[in-house]
């Protein structure tokens, strides 16, 4: 039997520029900004978005 897994979708991020961290959605369709600074945390690729900052933790 296989072991039924939680792969989390979600990500916390850490702002590379400001340090706030936020939950982003790892098959994003658009392009997920910083909430304080603006920065761009997380740009669409047409699968997995590619994210920008440090991971810090999986949110189930
Ligand atoms: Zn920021």
Not at 15 to 36: H, M, P, S, W, Y
């Amino acid at each position: 039997m296989t072991q039924p897994k939680t792969e989390s979708k979600y990500r916390r991020v850490k702002c590379g520029d400001c340090g706030n961290e936020q939950i982003l959605f790892l098959r994003a369709a658009t392009a997920i900004k910083c909430q304080v600074c603006g920065a761009t945390m997380a740009e669409p690729t047409g699968g997995l978005a590619r994210l920008r900052g440090e991971i810090v933790g999986t949110v189930e």
